[in-house]
């Protein structure tokens, strides 16, 4: 509470003490909110009024004093200055993390205290919305999504009015990728009890009235330039008059997705015949070339005509009359007892393994290396011999430490060879705690500001500080996750679970390992369901 009082301000020297000319200084351990200076010049006297936090000045005027000191005539401010020490407003407020104060996010549990000054103000605005609202993660109430256990009670505001209808199931919905108004109208929350999905399907209702949706679509189905075969009949407006101009082209078209007509790509069966205009002409091309290559193939495996000399040969359709796989599959000439199905990999760049052979080239010379004693037959994948990147597989003598690309890192890390398999991670500003090794330098030096803080800490699972409490690191020697489990040890310091995430955050955890008392029924997720 502020105190209004004049013994808790501080004296205010008149002008007999105005001897001293330099800028007011405020010395000395002041723990006090200032909320407001104001300074100005007035004929005779100069006013400061200083509003300070609950703590009396006067048993501590020995030692933390105020003065003020003007001269006449001139325009003067009370200047107060600490150190480091001296600008903590909240000196009983005991939490690990006190930079999270202010910071524009309410944190509950032994932030959100009158010591902290309710997080610094951040939760100012929740209290007084919601007083008795308990929950772990404030921030989520009234975000939009609509969060059960604690949050969807009355004392949050049923979720701050995320869960305003208490019979629509809103867990399915949002499982599925929706929410309650959010400007697009879905057949599972097109219902009373979902106050038909919040008005967003309301329009939608009345124009299309006998329309029924399907498949959990949504309105931007209908009328969005795209032909729908769901929404092509008359109660639906064929689509909103998305069809209307295939059902103009082509009335006796039946197939499953009427917007696969036209759209670029040839595809066979029902599509690819003259009701349906050989696939609005996709098929066009391909069936003039190769006529008879749909009836030669004898498989029930699905068959792309776009594949049809991509470059790639495709087995099924080697034949004739598919053209040899649109001669993706034709023989190479200077190769011709190569596998047909990897002849255009010979000559890439890089070296194939199953084409490392005389009958290929030795794939086209991708092979054949400056170095006989690399094993070639590892050459294939990510690892490329003098790509620019130090190679593990390849930092040895035979390869010629890759080609050199491993020159640097042997120098800078000499010791380091046998811990690391992908060198990029070292020095590139995050702390790997699988290189925080003094052979590796620490993880070339991003791991230097970690140790200092947690010295005997050993890390699992992610990352100190991230925001997100992991029970591997809630350890004294972590600092209780750098700060991220503080909350969760206040609240439920008797609760182990492998993911304390997963407490409080709106979705119930059935097992038993989260829905029991030292847990809080899950952080209250699972208070409507036992």
Known sequence: MMQNSSSSLPHVMNDNHHSNKSSPVCNGKFFALLIAINCFVAAITKTVIVSIHDESIASK?????????????????????????????????DVPNPHLLGNGIC????????????????????NSE????????PELVGNGDCDDGKYNTEECGFDGGDCRYPNCNVVVIAYLGYSLGDSICNSLANTEECGFDDGDCIEFNREYPNCAMFEHPTISSVGDGVCDTSYNNEECGYDSGDCEAINSLYPNCKVPFLKAI??????IGVYNTEDCGFDGGDCTEFNTLYPDCTDSLSFDDEFYPDEVGDDLCDIMQNTTECGYDGGDCLPNPMYPDCDIELVHDIGDGRCDSDLNNSECGFDGGDCVIKY???N????????????GLCDTMFNNEDCNFDDGDCVEFNLEYPTCKGFISNTSRLGDG?????????????????????????????????????????SE????????DGGDCDVFNSLYPNCNVSNPSFIGNGRCDTTEEYNNAECGYDGGDCDNIN
Do not use: M, W
């Not at 919601?130 to 993660?137: A, E, F, H, M, Q």
């Not at 036209?262 to 595809?267: A, L, Q, R, S, V």
């Open 61 to 93: 005027e020995q030692k933390h004093r105020s003065v003020l000191q003007a001269a006449d005539g001139e325009d003067t401010c009370c200047v107060c200055t600490s150190s480091s020490d001296d600008n903590n407003p909240y000196p009983n407020c």
């Open 107 to 126: 944190s509950a549990g032994p932030y959100n205290t009158q010591e902290c000054g309710f997080d610094g103000g951040d939760c100012d605005a929740f």
């Open 130 to 137: 919601y007083p008795n609202c308990d929950v772990l993660n």
């Open 262 to 267: 036209g759209n670029g790509e040839c595809d």
């Open 372 to 374: 006989p004693n690399c």
């Open 376 to 387: 070639a037959n590892t050459l294939t994948g990510s690892g490329v011999l003098g790509n």
């Open 430 to 470: 995050i702390c790997h705690h699988s290189l925080n090794l003094e052979q590796c330098n620490f993880d070339g030096g991003d791991c230097a500001d970690y140790n200092t803080r947690y010295p005997n800490c050993v890390a699992f699972g992610g990352d100190i500080g991230d925001g997100r409490c992991e």
């Open 473 to 480: 690191n809630n350890t004294p020697e972590c600092r209780f």
